[in-house]
Structure formats: structure tokens, C-alpha cells
């Protein structure tokens, strides 16, 4: 039996992933599960994402069972120590092998000194848990399972509503798909998932999206290669159906999709509207995706790499409409990247805040007079949001918000909406319409 296909060599191969998170040099999205055989895969992740989602806690308990912090060049035995403190709380994991086996994991890291103290650790944490998870539950941040900072920031922006958030951010998110509207109805893809044992439920708000009862893998979709139907989740979904007012009765309108990957919005767009669409991405690989996406969909685009805070790439031809999925803090979509939580800092908050100004002032002027901009981000921090539209209406003179009030989602957050995330519901979004003056 070789390494990775022990019980200790997942457990190694999620320390060696973890490592890049706790030191805030890397991030999940890396994460490579065929390092370990094809039954131990899901484990790995579940381990791995399991650790980010419940990291405050896990560090606080290890605090209390450590006499002193790990050094900087031991990263992978502490994540070992958090791996096991995770596996005996939160997982359905023998807890003889919680300890064993992570304990034993350490060898395998040519590191025997760190197994007695792995088991120690884990072996008092099993005699006092109750203690100890009620002495670290004190601080309501790691009750929370939030860093500090973010906690706070929650609490200021949605004083009603931060511990719901919290909350919705420590589960995983629900797994939504968007039925092809050209390729079949909602309605008959719901049967056959039915006939395929898949139930799902209706999305409230998105017209072609359905909620799987339980996630599941692609390969298992009915028709998911032929593009019937995609992943994708029901906030994001909604950027179609606001632009439908500028692209409904507008055949051939060009149509600009700026920061475009992974693509799923691009290939809604062309999903529901003839449109000319260019999309743009400054980042290769991530182009790649959004080319791959759109060939299983038989959807065709001007791809460009590109940057969307130039000029450069542009024809100077106006769009009619542009849609600005801009980078942001991911703050509401934790519960599907749990990293966030280590690797963001209040910091990139303010930098993400002055991007996303460079971005709109730069898209404006490709915008046609009476065209139709909608900004859109997975946050839900009012810099952001609210406050970054609006200081960009103060400066625009050309521009007004449009946003729709009539709707059933979200809430009114200044001139655009806010979605917030919903357990066993949508994503945290935010979403504003503006118009440009026809003169």
C-alpha cells in the first residue's frame, strides 16, 4: 500500500493543501484531489474545505491544547493538528482514527517529534471537549466561525442581518443549475432529472433555474455534455433577465461581457438573447474556461484576453450594453470558497473598492448614449456596492440608476439591490442597472 492511499496519506495530502491558506500564500482553488486515489477524493475535499469553513474555531482550540504556536517552518503539522481537531468535532469520522491517523500522518511529513504531540493534543480534546469548545465559544467571532475583522465589518453593514449571514456562510451553498432555454423548458429538464433520481425544486426568483435536492457530479446530469443544462447559482443567474429590458428586441445588439470568467453569465446571455457578444478577461486560463463553457453550450463569442481597466483591447465601436461582473471580496460567496475567510484582509476591501471605480469610469466611455451598464459583484460589503455606485453617480453626469424596485429579491441597497445569503437558498450579490443619457 503506497502513501496516498492510506488513511494518513489523505490526511497529508490535505496538510500539504492547506499549508498555501494558513499562510496566506495560496488557495484552494488550487486544489489538486488526484494526488490520492479516486475513493479517498471526496474525503480530501471535505477535509480541506471542512478545515477553511471552521478555521477560527479549529485555531482557537489549538491554542488551548498547544503549551506554545508551532514555528513557521512546522505550517504542515499544524494543519495536521487542525485536521484532527476538525475530524473529532465536526466529521463522521471514527474518532480512533481522527487521532491515529493524523497523529501517525506526521511521519509521512519526516517529522516523528510532531506525533506524540498531535496525539496529545487530540486525546485532550476529546477528555475536555466540552470545556474547551465552551471556553472558545465565548468570543462570539469564533463561535461564528469568522475572523474577527469580517466579523465586525458584517456587523456594521447589516446590523439586522449579520448573524444570519454568518451563518449562511458556514454551510455549503446548495447545487443550482440554469436550464438551456434554447435546448428544453425548466418544466421538462425538472422531469428528467426526476426520472433520473435527481429531484430538484423550482428557484424562486431566476426562470430557468432548478435546485438539486443533493449535489451531485456533472457526469450524472442528464444531457450536462450537451449543454441542456449548467451549474450555475440562482444570484448570478438574475444578471440576464435585468438586461432584458436593453436586449429583449434588440437583435444583433453588441453586447460587451467585461471580466467574463468563468463564463457562466456570457453563455446565459447568449442562452436567452441574439446578441453580439464580446467577452473580456485578464486572465488566460480563466479565458480558456469561458471558451471550454461556451463549446458545450455551441455558443460562439469574441473571446479576448484583456484588461478591462484599459482601453487597449477596445474597437471603439459602442456597446449597447455592458455587463461588469466586477472583481470583488467574495464576501458573498464564502460557504462555496471557505478560503476567504484566511485569505482576505480588511485591506482588500478599500483596493478592490478603487479597482471597481477605475473599472466602471473605463467601461463608461465604451458604453453607447441610451446604452445600458450593469454592475454586478458576489459582495456583500457596502464600499463595494451601494457606496461605489453611488460616488459614481456623483461623478457621471451621463449616468442614472434603473434599477428595478418591483421585484421580489433582495433589498433596496442605495441605487441598486442587495441579495444577502440565503441557507439552503442564493449566493450574496449585488446587482445595479444604469442607463446612459441618449445625448
Known amino acids: 500500500m503506497n ?20 499562510t496566506g500564500k495560496g488557495s484552494l482553488a488550487t486544489l489538486d484531489d488526484s494526488v490520492v486515489p479516486a475513493r479517498d477524493r471526496a474525503f480530501l475535499r471535505a477535509l480541506c474545505y471542512g478545515v477553511c469553513r471552521t478555521l477560527p474555531r479549529l485555531e482557537a482550540l489549538a491554542a488551548e491544547l498547544l503549551r506554545s504556536p508551532f514555528k513557521a517552518r512546522d505550517t504542515d503539522v499544524k ?37 506524540k504531540v498531535i496525539n496529545g493534543c487530540l486525546r485532550r480534546l476529546q477528555r475536555e471537549s466540552e470545556t474547551l469548545q465552551d471556553r472558545v465559544d465565548s468570543d462570539t467571532h469564533v463561535a461564528l466561525l469568522h475572523p474577527v475583522w469580517l466579523m465586525r465589518s458584517l456587523r456594521q453593514a447589516w446590523p439586522d442581518d449579520w448573524q444570519a449571514i454568518a451563518e449562511a456562510n458556514n454551510r455549503p ?23 433520473a433520481g435527481k429531484p430538484a425544486t423550482l428557484c424562486a ?20 455534455a450537451d449543454g441542456e443544462a449548467s451549474v450555475q447559482d440562482e444570484a448570478a443567474q438574475l444578471a440576464t433577465s435585468l438586461l432584458a429590458s436593453a436586449l429583449q428586441q434588440r437583435s444583433g445588439a453588441r453586447v460587451l461581457d467585461a471580466c467574463c470568467a468563468p463564463g457562466g453569465k456570457a453563455a446565459h446571455l ?21 471558451a471550454a463553457t461556451l463549446g458545450r453550450l455551441n455558443q460562439t463569442a469574441h473571446l479576448k484576453h484583456a484588461d478591462a481597466s484599459e482601453l487597449d483591447w477596445w474597437d471603439e465601436e459602442p456597446y449597447d450594453a455592458i455587463l461588469l461582473d466586477a472583481p470583488c471580496s467574495g464576501t458573498g460567496v464564502i460557504r462555496r470558497h471557505p478560503d476567504i475567510k484566511q485569505l482576505r484582509r480588511p485591506s482588500d476591501i478599500r483596493d478592490l473598492a478603487s479597482l471597481q471605480a477605475r473599472l466602471l469610469d473605463n467601461l463608461w466611455q465604451t458604453l453607447a448614449p441610451g446604452g445600458t451598464l ?16 453611488e460616488t459614481f453617480l456623483s461623478r457621471t453626469p451621463d449616468a442614472r440608476a434603473s434599477t428595478p424596485t418591483d421585484v421580489a429579491w433582495g433589498c433596496a441597497a442605495g441605487a441598486g439591490r442587495q441579495m444577502l445569503p440565503r441557507i439552503d437558498g442564493h449566493d450574496g450579490f449585488f446587482y445595479a442597472r ?6
Open 3 to 22: 502513501d496516498t492511499s492510506s488513511g494518513q496519506g489523505v490526511r497529508v495530502a490535505a496538510a500539504r493543501a492547506l499549508v498555501p491558506v494558513l
Open 374 to 389: 450593469l454592475y454586478a459583484t458576489c459582495s456583500v460589503m457596502p464600499e463595494e456596492n451601494a457606496n461605489a455606485i
Open 270 to 290: 447568449l442562452e436567452a438573447y441574439d446578441v453580439a457578444l464580446t467577452a473580456i478577461d485578464n486572465d488566460a486560463s480563466r479565458l480558456a474556461r469561458v
Open 205 to 224: 426568483y431566476s426562470a430557468d433555474g432548478l435546485t438539486l435536492e443533493t449535489p451531485c457530479d456533472i457526469s450524472e446530469l442528464p444531457g450536462f
Open 173 to 195: 451553498g446548495p447545487m443550482t443549475l440554469r436550464v438551456n432555454r434554447r435546448l428544453t423548458t425548466r418544466d421538462a429538464y425538472l422531469q428528467r432529472l426526476e426520472q
Open 434 to 439: 444604469l442607463e446612459k443619457s441618449a445625448s
Open 79 to 115: 494543519a495536521l493538528l487542525l485536521l484532527g481537531i476538525h475530524q473529532l468535532l465536526y466529521l463522521r469520522v471514527p474518532p480512533h482514527a481522527a487521532v491515529g491517523e493524523t497523529a501517525g500522518a506526521a511521519r509521512l511529513l519526516n517529522k516523528e517529534w510532531a506525533t
